[in-house]
C-alpha cells in the first residue's frame, strides 16, 4: 500500500493551495483518509479528516479556511487550503485508515510528506 501525495508549493499569505492524496495497492476497504501536518520545531498535527460515509472532521485551526474531500473512487483524498496564513507552513502527511490485503486488519498508514510555505 502507498499513499502518494503532491500539491505542496510555496504560496503568499491569503492564497490558495490544493494538496491531493491517492492510496494505491490491494486495499479491501478505507474507512477513514486525512490530513496531518508538522511544522517546524513542532509536533504532528491532525487537520482534517473523512471517513467512508463522508463525514468530516477538521482542526479548530483550519475550520472555515480548509475543506477535506474525496472522490468517487474513495481512494484519492483532496485538501482544499485557502486563506493560507504562515501559521500553515508545515509538511502535510496524508494518513489513511485501511485494510489492506494480507494483513490481519485495519490500522494506520502514512505517507510521505509535501511541504506548504507560505510566505508574509
Known amino acids: 500500500v502507498q499513499l502518494q501525495a503532491s500539491g505542496g508549493s510555496l504560496v503568499q499569505a491569503g492564497g490558495s493551495l490544493r494538496l491531493n492524496c491517492v492510496a494505491s495497492?490491494?486495499?479491501?476497504?478505507?474507512?477513514?483518509l486525512g490530513w496531518y501536518r508538522q511544522a517546524p520545531g513542532k509536533e504532528r498535527e491532525f487537520v482534517a479528516s473523512?471517513?467512508?460515509?463522508?463525514?468530516?472532521r477538521y482542526a479548530d485551526s483550519v475550520k472555515g479556511r480548509f475543506t477535506v474531500s474525496r472522490d468517487s473512487t474513495k481512494k484519492t483524498v483532496a485538501l482544499q487550503m485557502n486563506s493560507l496564513n504562515s501559521e500553515d507552513t508545515a509538511v502535510y502527511y496524508c494518513?489513511?485508515?485501511?485494510?489492506?490485503?494480507?494483513?490481519?486488519?485495519?490500522?494506520?498508514?502514512w505517507g510521505r510528506g509535501t511541504l506548504v510555505t507560505v510566505s508574509s
Open positions: 473523512i471517513t467512508r460515509g463522508g463525514t468530516t
Open positions: 495497492g490491494s486495499i479491501f476497504v478505507i474507512n477513514s
Open positions: 494518513n489513511a485508515d485501511l485494510w489492506a490485503a494480507g494483513t490481519p486488519g485495519a490500522r494506520d498508514y
